[in-house]
Structures are given as structure tokens and as C-alpha cells.
């Protein structure tokens, strides 16, 4: 016994040393920052036909749920799949025009709400009347988000929405926004949801986008097409820095495409400048980092993002930022969503 002993503390000094370097190899590094490219043109403060409502509330509704929860401020970004009227296949072969089914709808609600985000961050979304009668049921089930902005693109079906606890300080959304191919022009299809929230870090822009899908089209090559609306949507965050060089820009949404591709480059920026959008790195509770499950083609991709600019980084609480992955995740949507959680 006394030799084991012994040996225990001949070995004490590797042992705490050890110790040291395990502790010093958790620290928490620093994302490298990164810069920005030049738009002389102003950011567009508000655009016909974008809704911002403020729906009156009493106190106790308008309550802030990141100070109830402790944890910070949660957003949410979330593709809800056709949350909308629109021609849908049913059992037994032919088609209907109808809504969202009633249990995907409550599949859905059921995700929000145990969730508990502040900020929702919504794609395809119908009419400013589907985004409301979504509010209305994440109220009804104990969720309220009374401050919203419904928006889009020439896609008069799929549309854009931000639901909030907190009041939508400015709309800086753009609809109209025009490319070319090829000597042709096209206009973006969902447009950017744009809307600046005041929040214990400072003023913060939320800036929506939902890219062009992977079908293919027969007159243009729906990568190109993708590749523009990303353009067009980093001109826009490049004129935001412009205007301050510490902007605090969340960017999120349905890209439609993966890691290292052209689109998500253009959008991400020149690593290690001072405009560079990081990508919060979501996992799910399988350390997975899937989002989106496209059935026809079998296939399992990351196509939902979380970007940050350098200002909003230090306020990002990574061990509250994930993909939520309950059982029930396919019920409600084919895209998983993505929480991302601000320190206070």
C-alpha cells in the first residue's frame, strides 16, 4: 500500500499538469472577423406593399420571453413548407387547392412553441393573412408574438415573415430587385426581409432570404439563378456596413445550397474581414448538421443558415444555439429548425 502510494504522488506533478493544459485546450476561441465590399447604395427604408403590425397587447402579453426563460434572446429560423393555399396531390390520386394540412399545422405549432423563440424567422409563408393566423395560434398555444413583417418577391405564393416579442424598429426590406442572364433580366424571387430590432446589444438587422430551389427550369440554370439572388443579397448587407462598419446583421434563411458553394461564399463574404458573415455552426442533438430532407431525391443536406456579422459574434451563446431535431421535426416541415441563442 505505501508503495502505491508512493507512486501516486511521484505522479501528482504529470497529473496536474494534465489538468492544466485539458483546461487551457477548452477556452473558447475567437471566430476570425472579416471585411467588406463596396455598395454606394442606400439602404431602402421602406417599400410599398411590406407590412409592419403592431398588434395591440396588454402587458402581461407583451411580456419579454427571453426575461422570463433566463437564457437570452432566441431567434428562430424556420422553413414552415407551404404555409399557404395552394394545389395540393391527396390520397387516392387528384389535386385540391387547400391549406396547410390541420396536422402539419399542429405539428409545427407544437415545434415553435416549446422552442420559445423571441424572433421567428419564417420561409414560405402564404399571405399576410397565413402569417397571421399562424401568430394567432402560437398565442392561443401560449407563444406571443405580437410585432410581425410580412414580405416577398415576385413569388406571389411563397413570402417571407418575421414574427416578434419585441417592436419592429424599422423595415428596410426590398421586393423589386432585378439581375441578368444572359442579356435577360429577372427579377429575385422572395425577395429580403429586412427589419432592424432593438435589443439589449444594440440595434440589430434580422435579413431574411429564400433562394432559388434546385429544380431546374427550362430557360435558365436555376445554380445562376441562385448565385444572383446571393449577389443581390450581400450588395445589400455590403451597404448596411457602408453605413456603419459595426453593424450587427443576423442572416438567415433557406439558401437552398451547401457548404463552400458559390452562393453561400458570395453571402459569407472575405474570410477574415471586417464584414465577414460567420456561420454560427448549429448542431442537432446527434451533433448532426443536416436541415433539410428532400424525400423525392432521398437526400439529406444543410440548406437553413445562421450568418453573423463580427458585432453580433461575442453575444452568440453557443451551447443555446442548435438544430432542433423532435421526433416529430417531419410532421410539420422538411426543413429542421435553427435556433440560435443572443447573450443578453
Known amino acids: 500500500m505505501k508503495r502505491l502510494d508512493t507512486k501516486k504522488f511521484q505522479n501528482a506533478p504529470r497529473?496536474?499538469?494534465?489538468?492544466?493544459?485539458?483546461?487551457?485546450?477548452?477556452?473558447?476561441?475567437?471566430?476570425?472577423?472579416?471585411?467588406?465590399?463596396?455598395?454606394?447604395?442606400?439602404?431602402?427604408?421602406?417599400?410599398?406593399?411590406?407590412?409592419?403590425?403592431?398588434?395591440?397587447?396588454?402587458p402581461a402579453e407583451t411580456k419579454d420571453t427571453a426575461s422570463e426563460t433566463g437564457e437570452g434572446?432566441?431567434?428562430?429560423?424556420?422553413?414552415?413548407?407551404?404555409?399557404?393555399?395552394?394545389?395540393?396531390?391527396?390520397?387516392?390520386?387528384?389535386k385540391v387547392s387547400s391549406p396547410k394540412d390541420p396536422k402539419e399545422?399542429?405539428?409545427?405549432?407544437?415545434?415553435?412553441?416549446?422552442?420559445?423563440?423571441?424572433i421567428l424567422g419564417i420561409c414560405e409563408i402564404g399571405t399576410e393573412g397565413d402569417l397571421q393566423d399562424l401568430q394567432t395560434r402560437?398565442?392561443?398555444?401560449?407563444?406571443?408574438?405580437?410585432?410581425?413583417?410580412?414580405?416577398g418577391g415576385i413569388d406571389s405564393t411563397r413570402r417571407l415573415g418575421i414574427l416578434s416579442v419585441f417592436p419592429i424598429a424599422g423595415n428596410h426590406s426590398k421586393q423589386e430587385l432585378v439581375y441578368e442572364i444572359n442579356g435577360h433580366e429577372r427579377m429575385m424571387g422572395r425577395g429580403i426581409l429586412d427589419v432592424t430590432i432593438d435589443l439589449p446589444g444594440g440595434t440589430t438587422h434580422f435579413i431574411g432570404l429564400h433562394l432559388k430551389s434546385k429544380r431546374?427550369?427550362?430557360?435558365?440554370?436555376?445554380a445562376e439563378i441562385r448565385l444572383n439572388e446571393?449577389?443581390?443579397?450581400?450588395?445589400?448587407?455590403?451597404?448596411?456596413?457602408?453605413?456603419?462598419?459595426?453593424?450587427?446583421?443576423?442572416?438567415?434563411?433557406?439558401?437552398?445550397?451547401?457548404?463552400?458553394?458559390?452562393?453561400?461564399q458570395m453571402l459569407m463574404g472575405k474570410y477574415k474581414s471586417d464584414t465577414y458573415m460567420g456561420d454560427v455552426f448549429?448542431?442537432?442533438?446527434?451533433?448532426?448538421?443536416?436541415?433539410?430532407?428532400?424525400?423525392?431525391?432521398?437526400?439529406?443536406?444543410?440548406?437553413?443558415w445562421v450568418m453573423i456579422s463580427p458585432a453580433v459574434y461575442p453575444?452568440?451563446?453557443?451551447?443555446?444555439?442548435?438544430?432542433?431535431?423532435?421526433?416529430?421535426?417531419?410532421d410539420a416541415s422538411d426543413h429542421r429548425a435553427v435556433i440560435v441563442t443572443l447573450k443578453k
Open 15 to 58: 497529473i496536474l499538469l494534465g489538468a492544466f493544459f485539458l483546461c487551457c485546450s477548452c477556452e473558447e476561441k475567437a471566430i476570425p472577423e472579416e471585411p467588406s465590399a463596396k455598395n454606394s447604395e442606400p439602404v431602402e427604408n421602406h417599400i410599398p406593399g411590406n407590412v409592419i403590425h403592431k398588434t395591440p397587447a396588454t
Open 73 to 94: 434572446i432566441r431567434f428562430m429560423a424556420y422553413n414552415i413548407e407551404n404555409y399557404l393555399t395552394m394545389t395540393r396531390y391527396v390520397k387516392g390520386g387528384g
Open 105 to 118: 399545422v399542429a405539428a409545427l405549432v407544437k415545434i415553435i412553441v416549446d422552442e420559445k423563440p423571441d
Open 138 to 151: 402560437l398565442r392561443a398555444a401560449g407563444l406571443n408574438l405580437p410585432h410581425y413583417v410580412h414580405t
Open 216 to 222: 431546374e427550369l427550362e430557360d435558365f440554370d436555376q
Open 230 to 264: 446571393a449577389r443581390l443579397a450581400r450588395e445589400h448587407c455590403d451597404a448596411i456596413f457602408a453605413e456603419d462598419a459595426n453593424a450587427r446583421i443576423v442572416l438567415y434563411g433557406d439558401m437552398n445550397d451547401t457548404r463552400k458553394t458559390p452562393p453561400l
Open 282 to 304: 448549429a448542431k442537432d442533438s446527434r451533433e448532426h448538421l443536416w436541415t433539410h430532407f428532400w424525400s423525392y431525391q432521398q437526400q439529406y443536406a444543410r440548406f437553413d
Open 315 to 330: 453575444n452568440v451563446d453557443k451551447i443555446n444555439s442548435y438544430i432542433a431535431d423532435p421526433k416529430i421535426w417531419n
